[in-house]
């Protein structure tokens, strides 16, 4: 059984300030996706990585694979108080199954 | 524009009752998805289709039931034998065939049960 882990659960952090969530998950996969929601809202798609090593940018957030290792980072640089969200990442099993599992989200507070 | 219609967007279910949460998406996507969201939690996979007519239980079926006669729509009945349904229910859909099974989630049904 595939599972997806996140850490932290939890993130508060200044304005300005780095930081990491790694996103953990227990068998095979090559297709990890992020998601941001925002408080009572749905989920929106943030970054799809495809292979190994693939990495992927977008303003402040950078997402990363490794398949190896079965891990995947989404970096924050700078933070700024519109990061403020729960992210979300999830993985396919192998063999396009069309199941999409979910970790259990890391809720983000940047605060001014 | 294109894109998933979730109905009710709150519904409130007394002990016993049957309730159906509609999800339409107009984005001739292929596979359709039913997640339920708790406070403070991740995504768990209800139901899952793939094709009209043709649909897989995810971790959390029991108590749910779907059907996929069309391919724009996928309802969702969360009946009585639910013990715990109070939930923000999320309907999804994606294109099947293609190597990112990027989702696109509806705006959400939350589900209150009296």
């Known amino acids: 059984e595939l599972k997806v882990e996140q850490n932290p659960l939890f993130l508060s952090m200044q304005e300005g300030k780095n930081y990491t969530i790694y996103c953990n998950y227990s068998t095979t996969s090559d297709r990890l996706y992020w998601y941001r929601q925002d408080p009572g809202k749905s989920l929106e798609s943030l970054f799809v990585l495809l292979s190994n090593g693939a990495v992927k940018q977008e303003g402040r957030l950078m997402a990363s694979l490794d398949t190896k290792a079965r891990l995947s980072t989404l970096h924050i640089t700078a933070a700024v108080h519109d990061l403020s969200a729960t992210y979300f990442c999830?993985?396919?099993?192998?063999?396009?199954?069309?199941?999409?599992?979910f970790g259990q989200g890391t809720t983000l507070q940047v605060k001014p | 524009d294109g894109g998933i219609t979730q109905s009710p967007k709150y519904l409130f279910r007394k002990e016993g009752q049957n309730v159906t949460l509609s999800c339409e998406q107009n984005?001739?996507?292929?596979?359709m998805y039913w997640y339920r969201q708790d406070p403070g939690q991740g995504l768990r996979l209800i139901y899952y289709s793939q094709i009209v007519n043709d649909f897989q239980k995810g971790d959390i079926a029991e108590g749910y039931s779907v059907s996929r006669e069309k391919k724009e729509s996928f309802p969702l009945t969360v009946t009585s034998a639910q013990k715990n349904p109070t939930a923000f229910y999320l309907c999804?859909?994606?294109?099947?065939?293609?190597?990112?099974?990027?989702?696109?989630f509806g705006a959400g049904s939350r589900l209150t049960v009296l």
């Open positions: 984005l001739n996507h292929d596979a």
């Open positions: 999830a993985v396919d099993m192998r063999g396009n199954t069309g199941k999409l599992i």
């Open positions: 999804a859909s994606s294109y099947a065939a293609r190597r990112a099974n990027v989702l696109t």
